[in-house]
């Protein structure tokens, strides 16, 4: 993989990477470029999903500190149910 | 009362695997169906169509699905829909069904729907054929799920789409994505019936609630929206 040479390219081919590679296939990851660092934040179904997303936004920073702030959905019974009538 | 059980956007694949499950196994107590709004799996293989199969087939409860983009991913849609149907659930594209349940007849119509944006901000079937095959793919979508909808002899109607009918479930997300995230033809096929309740997913920075400009309750079940294994709606006649 090629590094960007200005960080809103290697925002954009990060983005692509995850949303094209069918083992992550994972869009609307939030990638937030921070003086010094980069925030990736948005919701995952698995802490392996969210690891591995992290890892590949980084190779795209090389020289950024990036911070994973994905979180793992959870997955229990609703507590009420929602009236409609 | 009809109990309507939904969730969408749960991405399958062999690391999520018993995840859902025992939310699942409660769901006769409070649900009289699930219905799946699409994005079932990663990008579409065989393999994780059978973990969608394992993790949502053999309930106690009938499972209704419609499929997503991302379930188009491996351009074999119907390998999809056939290991779904294997486990016992049952697919809508342009079609719909009726089920018994102790508070009357639910009718479902359901298709996946696609793209195109929202009234005055919309794409056009103008210009470039690439153009005009997006707005009518949308169009024909729209179209069926209008006339399986309007066929449904039911007591209580539900549209059932992957992509949404109104924006209003969509806030949260940038609005520069609304046109890939949903279309206002979509919302008219709903008002066209009308349903009494409209379920789909696609949005998972969108918001739970909205109404189409014809009164139909609109519900973004995307599990990342409603953070929980599925959302339960009791669903009473006179409802919409
Ligand atoms: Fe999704
Ligand atoms: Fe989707």
Not at chain 2, 8 to 20: C, I, K
Request: glycine letters at 12%; a negative charge.
């Amino acid at each position: 993989m090629k590094h960007a040479e200005h960080d809103e390219y290697a925002e954009a081919s990060a983005q692509r990477e995850l949303a094209e590679d069918g083992g992550i296939a994972e869009q609307g990851m939030e990638i937030v470029r921070r003086d010094g660092c980069v925030v990736i934040r948005g919701e995952v179904e698995s802490e392996h999903r969210r690891d591995l997303i992290a890892q590949r936004v980084a190779a795209h920073f090389p020289h950024c500190e990036v911070r994973n702030d994905i979180v793992v959905v959870r997955v229990g019974r609703p507590m009420e149910a929602e009236e409609l009538a | 009362m009809i109990r309507i059980a939904a969730v969408g956007d749960v991405h399958m694949d062999v690391d999520l695997l018993g995840r859902y499950r025992p939310a699942l196994l409660e769901l006769p107590e409070c649900a009289d169906v699930l219905l799946l709004a699409g994005d079932l799996t990663r990008h579409g293989s065989r393999r994780e169509a059978q973990c969608v199969a394992q993790e949502f087939g053999g309930l106690q409860v009938p499972v209704i699905a419609v499929l997503g983009n991302h379930d188009h991913h491996g351009d074999e849609p119907d390998q999809v829909v056939e290991v779904l149907a294997a486990s016992g659930i049952q697919v809508l594209e342009g079609s719909g069904v009726v089920i018994g349940t102790p508070g009357g007849r639910l009718g479902v119509a359901g298709v996946k729907g696609f793209g195109g944006g929202f009234a005055g901000r919309c794409a056009s079937a103008f210009g470039e054929p690439e153009m005009k095959s997006f707005v009518r793919t949308t169009e024909h979508s729209a179209e069926r799920l209008s006339k399986s909808l309007q066929e449904l002899e039911c007591d209580l109607r539900v549209a059932l789409t992957h992509y949404a009918p109104v924006p209003d479930t969509l806030v949260g997300e940038p609005l520069e994505i609304y046109p890939f995230l949903g279309s206002y033809l979509l919302g008219e096929a709903i008002d066209s019936a009308p349903a009494d309740l409209a379920i789909h997913g696609h949005a998972h920075a969108g918001s739970e609630r909205g109404v189409t400009p014809g009164g139909v309750r609109v519900r973004n079940v995307a599990h990342p929206v409603i953070k929980h294994a599925y959302s339960i709606f009791n669903l009473d006649h006179g409802a919409g």
